[in-house]
């Protein structure tokens, strides 16, 4: 449904010619409110419990993940296409597409533990590589002697931008946090007050509606503020917090939604202008750099884990909604930018699906270790005696009388994949 939404953008900007749509007047207003309903999509439904779990792999991963992504990408596209807006696009897309990720979760070749860990890696370094765009566009701006601003800030210097953007991010997740407690506080008392029968679990049932309700309230009140001011770090961080009850299906919904409005106006802008060779450039060294990442950063971002994980883990590069809408967020600023961005989305994700296709056929043609033969009409030696047989020396045995072997590729970090590789 993206592609065509893309597709159906692209169409209406060749047939109409309606101009660029960053040059109307609630453009980046609409830009934020996309961005702000794809961050809280991220994160809403991040278990905390696997947020604590992996707090070493996740802060490892957004913050020198990301900062080693982006580097390595600007440092491409530098030398590609040079001046200070490389560095831009190269953050722009060093993020993992968090939706894309979650359609991959039955991958059964990843263990559990990798499959947390890139779920929580793409949903926390998309407010990560926002604020960093953000940064970043208010110095490439004033490196190229340019002017306007994506930040809160635009008379203070580019450090002072950045603390304040950050601070007021702090500040509007506080009170947000701070909305949501009362609202928990509220249903609490509800539900001490009432009695255990029939009616009380009613009355129960009306208060967690409401709550429902005021949290959606706040929710939707955040999105506006974010958007208005750009502070959409805000509400990436609220979504681990503010849960919606049995609203989340629309919320779900919305955020496709905002999906395919985003790739219809991306086919808008695209349909100004691409610029395909960049694009290349920017594909190949976004998935690249994932690589690098993955397999620099893996041991520190959870020790021991197989090398099978570590090779899914540096194949899981995806781009989608945010790179979408941060292309959006920065074209008039930097005009051209979905002209680059659009393709190396497409050839990020070509890239991905080809590479993970190779690996899953590379492990699948090759076999486990079948577990050692005993000769023909031999039984197995029993060392403590036929009455007090001690523990199998290569696992407990079968219903066909061979022993199944046990291998730390089956109880590992793995499952049931074998490390082939």
């Known amino acids: 449904m993206a592609i065509g939404a893309l597709v159906a953008g692209l169409a209406i900007g060749l047939l109409t010619e309606p101009g660029n749509p960053a040059d109307l007047p609630l453009y980046t207003f609409t830009a934020g409110v996309l961005l702000a309903i794809g961050l809280y999509g991220s994160t809403h439904e991040l278990e905390a419990a696997d947020v604590r779990e992996n707090l070493r792999a996740v802060v490892v991963a957004v913050t020198l993940g990301v900062l080693l992504k982006a580097a390595l990408i600007s440092a491409v596209m530098v030398l590609v296409v040079g001046g200070p807006e490389a560095i831009v696009l190269g953050i722009a897309v060093a993020q993992i597409d968090p939706l894309s990720v979650a359609a991959m979760g039955a991958r ?14 793409a949903s926390f370094d998309d407010p990560m590589t926002v604020l960093l765009s953000f940064y970043f566009a208010v110095l490439a701006l004033r490196g190229g002697g340019g002017s306007g601003t994506v930040s809160v800030a635009p008379d203070q210097g580019a450090g002072a931008d950045f603390l304040l953007t950050t601070l007021a991010n702090v500040v509007l997740f506080a009170i947000a946090l701070l909305v949501w407690h009362l609202v928990r506080r509220l249903t609490a008392g509800r539900r001490t007050d009432d009695s255990p029968g029939a009616e009380g679990a009613g009355t129960r049932s009306v208060a ?143 890239l991905h699906h080809g590479a993970n296709r190779l690996l899953d056929r590379k492990l699948d043609v090759t076999p486990p270790a079948p577990p050692p033969a005993l000769p023909s009409g031999q039984e197995k030696p029993t060392p403590h005696g036929p009455e007090t047989a001690g523990p199998e020396p290569y696992g407990p045995e079968t219903a066909g009388g061979g022993a199944a072997r046990t291998s730390p590729a089956a109880d590992g970090p793995m499952g049931t994949a074998p490390e082939v590789i």
Do not use: C
Request: net charge positive; no cysteine; proline share 5%.
């Open 208 to 350: 967690a509606r409401r709550a429902d309700v005021l949290a959606l309230l706040l929710v939707v009140v955040l999105v506006l503020v974010a958007a208005t001011y750009m502070l959409v770090l805000a509400v990436a961080l609220a979504g681990l917090f503010v849960r919606v009850g049995r609203f989340k299906p629309y919320v779900n919904r919305t955020v496709s939604g905002a999906f395919l409005v985003a790739a219809g106006f991306l086919g808008v802008l695209l349909a100004q202008g691409i610029d395909p060779l960049p694009g290349l450039a920017l594909g190949a060294a976004a998935f690249g750099a994932q690589m690098v990442a993955a397999l620099l950063a893996g041991p520190w971002l959870v020790p021991g884990i197989s090398r099978v994980d570590r090779y899914y883990l540096g194949l899981g590069q995806q781009n989608g909604i945010t790179a979408i809408l941060l292309a959006l967020a920065l074209e008039p600023q930097f005009p051209g930018t979905a002209g680059v961005v659009g393709p190396a989305i497409l050839v990020v994700n070509v």
């Open 108 to 121: 059964h070749r990843m263990s559990r533990r990798a499959k947390t860990l890139l779920s929580a890696w």
